[in-house]
């Protein structure tokens, strides 16, 4: 596959670290909950991390696709190019709302971080509000998972069953 059949390399790095930011923070979140202590409070701090450091990714990500990044032809037409496009939008846009909703949540909570210092919490007290924030969280990064799955889903059809190179424009050179 020629190098203008293929995103740029920064393109390719912005998605999948995307990707494996995602991906390890969802696992951090489903075990955070099994310790205790401050093992706790460090899984739970690398999480909050963590989503800093996709947020600056995500927004350097957008800004590089809306300036620099290269743009394809579409690898579909029709009903299989709206589906794409809807998927790729409905990522980003769950994506932002995972790390806005994974802000608010770790204001609602007035997290530890790193045992270092507790962020102010603008809940308190009050339990429900906090649980409804954390599931409400939890609910779209599941949403996440899912949509991303049958995003590589889609990608390993084009590869295996179509044979088409539309995965190897997103895989590093």
């Not at 075990?31 to 909050?48: C, E, L, Q």
């Amino acid at each position: 596959m020629s190098d203008l059949q293929t995103y740029d390399r920064r393109t390719i790095l912005f998605h999948w670290l995307t990707a494996a930011t995602v991906v390890v923070m969802w696992v951090l979140a489903q075990v955070i909950d099994d310790f205790t202590g401050d093992s706790r409070i460090y899984v739970r701090s690398i999480h909050i991390l963590l989503g800093v450091a996709l947020t600056a990714v995500v927004a350097a990500r957008i800004l590089w696709r809306m300036q620099n990044g290269r743009r394809l032809p579409p690898a579909d037409t029709g009903m299989m190019e709206l589906a794409s496009k809807s998927v790729h939008y409905a990522l980003y846009a769950l994506v932002v709302i995972v790390l806005i909703g994974g802000v608010v949540n770790v204001f609602a909570r007035g997290d530890n971080i790193l045992n270092l210092g507790r962020l102010p919490s603008f809940a308190g007290n009050d339990r429900e509000l906090r649980r409804t924030i954390g599931n409400v969280h939890a609910l779209a990064a599941n949403a996440i998972l899912i949509l991303a799955g049958l995003h590589a889903a889609a990608a390993l059809m084009h590869h295996y069953v179509w044979k088409d190179g539309v995965l190897r424009r997103m895989l590093p050179r």
